[in-house]
């Protein structure tokens, strides 16, 4: 495993700005301590607030410099939420509170920062639900194919107190403290093959994450699923050893796929979720007051993310198709076509995770169409 900046768990609790671990050419720190008035009206420049209690003055107290980490790019979603948080916190707190933000990996994959996190050497992560049920498993029934048309039934379902505090309680138990749900929009099918029918989809290679539930459902649909590290798709769609990937569009854009593809076929087969954490371990060494802080300053952030990344899809989408890469649009039929191959995939997630949960999945997402 990459080996992650340590922080001890003293350090983790209470880490003053001079003692902590310091920042190197993979990260950077927080914008300089705002000019603050020492109470909670210094916010910093964004539309979107946190809700938080007037009568706290933030600027006192422990100081902190904590560890914000992703395995996603600057320039993304989930770099827009990460800086949203540090220049939020830094400008609340006039600076006793800065994170020291990494991006890309370099503090290791998401494999590794979920491991990171439990262990407090990190202090928030943000990455895939589909890789951290690796760790919380009950994760996986967030992701049943086609379940939800778009990514505002997806948030809504995931905001349902209900649907929060069950999966909330899940990362409890597991070394997390959940802060709330975020996503880069839906997932998309991209291929060199149209895709027309359901039955285009047999015998495709298509690049998919490492996670079993997802090989499932690639499999119901008659394709030939191949994980594959992120790293080696461009490559992989290049050579030839892939015929096909999925991914939202804004990973798709960013990352040059339509380069390689010759169609962007819109399945909206799954949201591209996302969560954002913080270890367990230091959110119960906190006090009251910053425990609120961190918690409002998070459920924020997830809204300037979700309406960042709702602003940027239109822009994404067109960028595509103006470098002539086809956007196919599947009919209702075929949809639910594509749905009704994924009954088996169903059947084994209530099998493993039992009826009262994907019921509760189900029917809040319902709740929501």
Known sequence: MKKI???????????????????????????????????????????????????????????????IATDGAEDRVDGLLVHYMADELNAITG??????????????????????????????FLGSTAFTANFVPELSVIDLPFLYKDAQQFRKTMDDETVYNYYSDKYDSNGFKLIGFFDQGMRQMTSNIRVQTADDMKGQKIRVMENKLHISI?????????????????????????DAQENPFEVIYANRLYEQQKYVILTNHLPASHNLLI??????????????????????????????????????????????TEIVTLSDDVLQQLRDKC??????????????QVDMQINTASKYA
């Not at 946190?50 to 107290?61: C, I, N, R």
């Not at 933000?101 to 503090?107: A, L, V």
């Not at 008659?222 to 050893?241: D, K």
């Open 5 to 67: 900046l340590s922080l001890s768990l003293a350090a983790a609790m209470a880490l003053s700005l001079a003692a902590c671990g310091g920042s190197s050419a993979s990260s950077s720190s927080a914008a300089p301590a705002a000019s603050a008035s020492g109470t909670a009206s210094a916010l910093a420049d964004y539309d979107i607030q946190p809700e938080l209690d007037e009568s706290v003055d933030y600027t006192q107290g422990d100081p902190y410099s904590f560890i």
């Open 95 to 124: 600076g006793r509170i800065q994170l020291q933000t990494y991006f890309n990996g370099s503090m290791g994959t998401d494999t590794e920062l979920c491991e990171s996190t439990q262990a407090g050497d990190v202090a928030f």
């Open 218 to 242: 690639w499999q119901a649909l008659g394709a030939n699923p191949s994980p594959m590290a992120f790293s080696e798709v461009y490559m992989a769609l290049q050579q030839g050893t892939i």
């Open 279 to 324: 270890s367990q371990i230091v959110f119960d060494a906190l006090s009251e007051s910053d425990q609120a802080l961190i918690m409002a300053v998070g459920k924020a952030a997830i809204q300037y993310s979700r309406e960042q990344c709702d602003a940027r899809l239109e822009d994404r989408m067109k960028k595509v198709e103006e470098t002539g």
């Open 343 to 356: 009954q088996p995939v169903y059947d084994d997630v209530r099998a493993t995770y039992g009826d009262e």
